[in-house]
């Protein structure tokens, strides 16, 4: 994220929101007229990457959520205590601007999210999302997150492997 000139910063109202067009109209929409609700009602959190001032080039957002133990793969859930569900963090969205596609600033966000994830005083076991197409897919599943068995496009990533990963 060097090359490129990003903050990455907790969404706010000053933050210019209409400019932004990831070429995906519901993700769009979303940070135009869903987001600001959703951030005050305390059920999602939006972190965006700021170019040239106050322009939106990506975000994401953050919420609690779980994982059904009886959904995950077999040879993870044996090795977690046997309550129905464990904690998890939910990626709803994460968006580019096509403006600024190709810079690798999606891996940046998603590298962004999972520290924050891995910071928080709040116990959760993995971050999870649901990919929305088979390209969100193969992004997810190339930074190493792992389908659930029953549901391919919900996907996983442990944060012991993300800490284990920043250490060596």
């Known amino acids: 994220m060097s090359a490129a000139p990003f903050r990455l910063v907790p969404l706010d ?7 932004f067009d990831s070429g995906s109209d519901p993700l769009n929409r979303y940070l ?6 959703d951030v005050r009602r305390r ?12 322009r939106i080039a990506g975000y994401y957002t953050l919420a609690s959520a779980s994982l059904l133990l009886a959904e995950l793969p077999p ?9 129905p ?19 690798g600033l999606g891996a ?8 924050r994830a891995i910071r928080s005083e709040i116990a959760a076991y ?12 193969a992004f997810y599943r190339y930074h190493g997150f792992i389908a659930l068995p029953d549901s391919p ?3 996983f990533l442990p944060l012991a492997t993300v800490q284990a990963a920043r250490r060596s």
Do not use: N, W
Request: proline content about 5%; hydrophobic content about 45%; some cysteine.
């Open 108 to 115: 940046a966000l998603l590298a962004d999210a999972l520290e």
């Open 75 to 83: 040879s993870i859930s044996k090795k977690l205590p046997r309550y």
């Open 43 to 54: 059920v999602a959190a939006c972190f965006v990457a700021l170019a040239d001032g106050p």
């Open 153 to 155: 496009r919900t996907l």
């Open 13 to 19: 109202p000053a933050h210019d929101r209409a400019g």
């Open 85 to 103: 569900t464990v904690p998890a963090v939910r990626m709803g969205r994460l968006a580019v601007d096509q403006t600024f596609k190709g810079r």
């Open 126 to 137: 993995a971050v999870m999302v649901d990919a929305k197409d088979e390209a969100a897919e």
């Open 32 to 37: 135009r007229e869903q987001v600001s609700q």
